[in-house]
C-alpha cells in the first residue's frame, strides 16, 4: 500500500532563505509525482508534475527532484518570500495506470517577512 | 477556459441533514475524481466518475455517500443525514480523456462543509 509522508510538518523560516520541503513514499512504482500548493481555505494550485522517468523539473523559484529508487522527492524554494506562505502538498501517482493521487498531510510554511 | 468549479463554498448542514455538492469539470474533461481532507489531515481519494458512469468508488464510506456524473450537468456528491464527522473539505478534480495530455487532474476550489 502506498504512503506518503512530508517532513517538516510545519516550517517558519525568514525571508530571503532558501529551503528545501521533503516527500517520502513507500512504493517506487509510482507513475509521476505532483507538488501542490494550498491557501488557507482555498484550492489546490499545481506547482510541478515530474513524470517518473525525469529527475526534476524547475519553475521560476521553484525546483522539484525525483528520486525513485530511493521513494523520494524534493521541493527546494529559491529565495522565500512572505508571499510563499501555505501548506504544500506532495502526490504520487501509482505506476498501474491508476488515476487516484495518494497525498501526504502537507507541509506547512511560514515566511516571515 | 474557466477552471473546475464547485459550489457551493460553503455549506452548513445540521446533523441529520442532506448535503450535495456540485462540481463542474474544465471545458472538454469528461473525468471527475472527488476526494476528502478531513482538518490537519492530506486529501483522501473518494469517487472517480466519468459520464454517467462510476469507475471506482473505493473511497466512499459504505453508507450515506453517493455520487453520479449525469449526461448532462454536474458532477454531485450527495451525503445523506449527515453527522459531525463529515465536517471536511471536499474537492473535486476533473481531468481530460486518459487517451490524451499528461493525465494532470486539475482541482476546484473546494466546498466546505460544516455539520452543526
Known amino acids: 500500500k502506498q504512503e506518503v509522508t512530508q517532513i517538516p510538518a510545519a516550517l517558519s523560516v525568514p525571508e530571503g532563505e532558501n529551503l528545501v520541503l521533503n516527500c517520502s513514499f513507500t512504493?517506487?512504482?509510482?507513475?509521476?509525482l505532483q507538488w501542490f500548493r494550498q491557501d488557507p481555505g482555498k484550492g489546490l494550485t499545481s506547482l510541478l508534475l515530474i513524470q517518473s522517468s525525469q529527475r526534476e523539473q524547475t519553475s521560476g523559484r521553484l525546483n522539484a527532484s525525483l528520486d525513485k529508487s530511493s521513494g523520494r522527492s524534493t521541493l527546494y524554494i529559491a529565495a522565500s518570500q512572505p508571499g510563499d506562505s501555505a501548506t504544500y502538498l506532495c502526490?504520487?501517482?501509482?505506476?498501474?495506470?491508476?488515476?487516484?493521487?495518494?497525498f501526504g498531510s502537507g507541509t506547512r510554511l511560514l515566511v516571515r517577512p | 477556459n474557466a477552471g473546475v468549479m464547485q459550489n457551493p463554498r460553503h455549506l452548513v448542514r445540521r446533523r441529520g441533514q442532506e448535503a450535495r455538492l456540485r462540481c463542474s469539470p474544465m471545458k472538454g474533461h469528461s473525468h471527475v475524481y472527488w476526494y476528502r481532507q478531513l482538518p490537519e489531515e492530506g486529501l483522501k481519494f473518494m469517487v472517480y466518475l466519468q459520464k454517467e458512469n462510476i469507475i471506482d468508488e473505493s473511497g466512499m464510506p459504505k453508507e450515506r455517500f453517493s455520487a453520479e456524473f449525469p449526461k448532462e450537468g454536474p458532477s454531485i456528491l450527495r451525503i445523506q443525514q449527515v453527522v459531525r464527522g463529515d465536517s471536511a473539505a471536499y474537492f473535486c478534480?476533473?481531468?481530460?480523456?486518459?487517451?490524451?495530455?499528461?493525465?494532470?487532474?486539475?482541482f476546484g476550489p473546494g466546498t466546505r462543509l460544516t455539520v452543526t
Open positions: 512504493d517506487s512504482a509510482i507513475y509521476n
Open positions: 478534480a476533473s481531468s481530460p480523456r486518459l487517451a490524451e495530455g499528461t493525465y494532470e487532474q486539475y
Open positions: 502526490a504520487v501517482r501509482r505506476g498501474d495506470s491508476s488515476y487516484k493521487l495518494i
